[in-house]
């Protein structure tokens, strides 16, 4: 509470709306007194409460503030944030300035919280790992574009849409050359037909175009 607050608080009704035909220089120095004495009493008060404050036992263990070192390293290393709140709580836990009369439920729930947004990323990066393994495999021998996409030469996973797409436009561009009576499709700059091949397996390192 700051000090004006306190002041207010305890000011006597006769120095907040004195009489109209009170003294006015009795009444500024009775405003005077009463301010200096909530000073002395605020003052005293604001002593005695850090008193008691440096009194609490310490209730931040060892094991609670290596646990909050750790999970903000943690989080740190693995690019991983959370709730200001929360992460405000670990730094004062692993400095040991977290607040005795706090209590250690903030902390635990803290520590919860990293634990669940590490879990979390975890998670999303197996995920992305399954879907990138599920992915099909092509070989592209020489690069060429088609359906407005391009396609460098190598071996690389893709879209399963694009894939489609890609076996569509094969299928298009084979009854293309068959109506036509073409041998092959060198006259439209192919010179190896089909232009990629499916592969059955994902190679090791296997990267999207």
Do not use: C
Not at 13 to 28: C, G, I, T
Not at 42 to 62: D, H, K, M, T
Not at 88 to 108: D, E, F, V
């Amino acid at each position: 509470m700051s000090f004006e607050r306190f002041l207010n608080e305890r000011l006597p009704d006769a120095l907040r709306d004195p009489p109209p035909d009170a003294d006015p220089e009795v009444v500024k120095a009775a405003r005077q007194y009463h301010r200096g004495k909530a000073a002395h009493d605020y003052l005293i008060g604001e002593a005695q409460a850090r008193a008691r404050y440096a009194a609490l036992p310490e209730v931040v263990s060892p094991q609670l503030r290596d646990a909050a070192s750790r999970a903000l390293s943690t989080m740190a290393a693995a690019n991983v944030h959370m709730d200001g709140t929360f992460e405000s709580i670990l730094n004062s836990a692993a400095s040991g300035a977290w607040p005795a009369a706090s209590g250690t439920k903030p902390i635990t729930n803290a520590l919860k919280a990293a634990e669940q947004a590490l879990n979390e990323r975890r998670l999303a990066e197996q995920a992305q790992v399954t879907a990138e393994h599920d992915k099909p495999i092509i070989t592209v021998p020489v690069s060429f574009s088609a359906k407005g996409m391009r396609f460098p030469a190598g071996t690389y996973a893709i879209e399963h849409e694009q894939l489609a797409e890609l076996e569509t436009w094969r299928q298009g561009m084979e009854a293309q050359r068959q109506a036509a009576g073409w041998d092959d499709l060198t006259s439209l700059g192919f010179n190896q037909w089909p232009p990629f091949r499916i592969e059955t397996a994902q190679p090791v390192g296997a990267q999207s175009p």
